[in-house]
């Protein structure tokens, strides 16, 4: 994977659910700061955790995430 398809896709999938970053962050449970960092690639491989905390929270397996 790129490292800059994981926030890509994560965007992607947060403006389809209709969520801000700041309304994402806390229904995902991750620092705002976190999320934004992810989505333009500041952070290129975040924890699993985090990932997961993401994956839920958009209802998609971290393999789609991540693939």
Excluded at 9 to 14: C, G, H, V
Excluded at 29 to 58: G, R
């Amino acid at each position: 994977m790129e490292s800059n398809q994981l926030g890509q896709r994560i965007r992607k999938l947060r403006q389809k659910i209709g969520l801000s970053q700041d309304d994402f962050a806390r229904k995902a449970d991750v620092a705002y700061t976190t999320l934004t960092k992810i989505e333009t690639s500041v952070i290129k491989k975040p924890s699993v955790f985090v990932v997961s905390k993401i994956a839920k929270a958009l209802n998609v397996a971290i393999e789609d995430l991540i693939k």
